[in-house]
Each structure stands twice: as structure tokens, then as C-alpha cells.
């Protein structure tokens, strides 16, 4: 196995279907190669015999993979009257411990200082709103795996947690939210005549929200909501 950095050895070795002693077959080099791609933490994987054309009973098989750029990081502002003055920053790492532990944050905050833009029957309870929730903001954390341990090759799951404060005038809420999804990769039908990857998502969703409808004109109400 060449060009292992920073992923753990045990993780490359646990994705490959051959074995020594085992029959060579040309599917499971392909299968060991697809094993490893899915997991996101290489750029390029190679699995074949160190000497293809040389008639053996027993060959060397070489793994050779290329990491892929492990983390990223990105910030940004902006300006703009319908949501104000406004910074965002997202952050990114892909093989979290060298177990291909997906990790991503994203956060965003704005402030709305153009309260000027509005009516004038209307700018007083703008004005009053802003004041008491100057800030509107977005935090958001997920982790995800490509393998789950136990389960077949093709499972892999997901935990995302979400914090929003929205201040649009109109309809104002808190919301948070906790996701998990569980996701199959497995079948690979025969469409076109040629293989194809299907994946099957499932997707659990517990959200907590304050809502404030028109805070302008406020109003008691129920709100129904279904996903």
C-alpha cells in the first residue's frame, strides 16, 4: 500500500476485497478500487497486479492512492438592502482523525441598518423589532461517515444540527433543528448498458421553532407544519 499520509492503514486495508492466498479475480480489484473512492479521502486510487503481463501462479498486488485535500476554509461579507450588512465563514475537514470522518461548520450573521427604506406607518415597529433582535444568524455542524461498522459496504450516516435566527419582518422565527440520515450506495443496476449507482436516502428530521408572524401587526395564531 503506497501514498497513505495521514489515513489510518487499517481504514485502506479494511476496504479491500483480496487477501493473500485468496484467487485474484478482476472484480474485486475493481470493487477494492470503488471501496476506497467512496469513502472521500482520495483524489486518485490504483489497485492492480506490480507485474500485469507476466504469467504467475502468485502476484503482488499494489494499492497506491493519492490523498485528496483534507480541509477548507472560507470567509466572506457582504452588503445588500434586503438583508443588511452581512458575514459568513465555512469550514471543512474530510478525514477527521484518518478515519474519513466527515466534519463541515457553517456560520452567518447580518445586521439590518437600512430601516430608512421603509414606510413611514411602518418604520416605527421596524425600528422597535430591530432593536430587540439586532441579530439574524445561521450555525450549522454535521458530521458524516461513509462506512457504518456491522452494516454492508454502501452504508453510510449522517448528524447535522442547526441553529437559525431569522428577522425578516414579515415572519420572524427561531429554529432548531437536528437531522440524521442513513444513506445506501449499494446497488448498482445495469441501465443503458452500463452500471449505475443508486442511492437510497433516509432522512430523520427534529426541529424546535419560535415564530412571530408580522411582528408590525401582531396576532395570535396556530401554525401547522408537516414534512
Do not use: M
Not at 443496476?189 to 452500471?195: A, E, N, V
Not at 432522512?203 to 401582531?218: E, Q
Request: hydrophobic residues 40%.
Amino acid at each position: 500500500i503506497r501514498g497513505v499520509q495521514s489515513t489510518r492503514r487499517a481504514l485502506v486495508e479494511g476496504e479491500l476485497t483480496i487477501a493473500p492466498g485468496e484467487v485474484l479475480r478482476e472484480s474485486d480489484l475493481v470493487e477494492s478500487q470503488r471501496n476506497l473512492l467512496r469513502l472521500g479521502v482520495f483524489r486518485r486510487v490504483t489497485v492492480k497486479p506490480i507485474d500485469e503481463e507476466a504469467e504467475a501462479a502468485e502476484k503482488d498486488v499494489l494499492v497506491e492512492v493519492k490523498e485528496a485535500k483534507q480541509s477548507s476554509f472560507e470567509i466572506g461579507g457582504g452588503l445588500s438592502t434586503e438583508e443588511g450588512v452581512r458575514i459568513f465563514a465555512t469550514y471543512t475537514h474530510s478525514n477527521l482523525l484518518g478515519s474519513a470522518l466527515r466534519f463541515q461548520a457553517n456560520a452567518k450573521a447580518n445586521v439590518q441598518p437600512f430601516t430608512l427604506l421603509y414606510n413611514e406607518s411602518v418604520r416605527p415597529a421596524i425600528e422597535t423589532f430591530y432593536s430587540e433582535r439586532p441579530l439574524e444568524f445561521l450555525l450549522a455542524a454535521g458530521l458524516a461517515y461513509p462506512r457504518i461498522l456491522a452494516l454492508p459496504r454502501g452504508f453510510s450516516a449522517g448528524l447535522d444540527v442547526t441553529i437559525v435566527r431569522n428577522n425578516d419582518p414579515a415572519f420572524a422565527e427561531d429554529t432548531r433543528t437536528v437531522t440524521t440520515t442513513l444513506d445506501y450506495s449499494g446497488f448498482r443496476p445495469k441501465l443503458l448498458g452500463q452500471d449505475r449507482q443508486i442511492t437510497l436516502q433516509l432522512r430523520i428530521s427534529f426541529a424546535w421553532a419560535d415564530l412571530l408572524c408580522n411582528p408590525a401587526l401582531p396576532a395570535r395564531g396556530i401554525a401547522l407544519c408537516g414534512a
